[in-house]
């Protein structure tokens, strides 16, 4: 069984900097990558935000990230981390660490979930 914990959450002012860490237990094959997901106030859906697949450690962003946003993993240490730089209003979610078993990005791909952490910008 795996099992996923965030932390890091947080109110910052926008512009400001966060940086997200979640601790990973049980097995996970090097086939499957580590995502960031985040669902908005009043959203139904979460949306992707960043991947690290296993192996050579290939990373994906989704557009409205890139440049402000890192994902990186600490594979000794199984820990997967999300850098957020330059934050702005609309980054305003719960971020939820997943164990992605395709690799693909995708909600649906997801077999894990942790329990999700707050970001809150505010001008």
């Known amino acids: 069984q795996v099992q996923l914990v965030e932390s890091g959450g947080g109110l910052v002012p926008v512009g400001g900097s966060l940086r997200l860490s979640c601790e990973v237990s049980?097995?996970?094959?090097?086939?499957?990558?580590l995502d960031w997901f985040r669902q908005a106030p009043g959203k139904e859906r979460r949306e992707f935000v960043a991947?690290?697949?296993?192996?050579?450690?290939?990373?994906v962003y989704e557009d409205s990230v890139k440049g402000r946003f890192t994902v990186s993993r600490d594979t000794a240490r199984k820990m997967v981390y999300l850098q957020m730089n330059n934050l702005k209003v609309e980054d305003t979610a719960i971020y939820y660490c997943?164990?992605?078993?395709?690799?693909?990005?995708?909600?649906?791909?997801?077999?894990?979930w942790g329990e999700g952490t707050l970001v809150t910008a505010s001008s």
């Open positions: 997943a164990v992605d078993r395709r690799a693909d990005f995708a909600v649906s791909s997801v077999a894990y």
């Open positions: 049980g097995r996970i094959l090097s086939s499957w990558s």
């Open positions: 991947g690290v697949r296993g192996g050579y450690g290939t990373t």
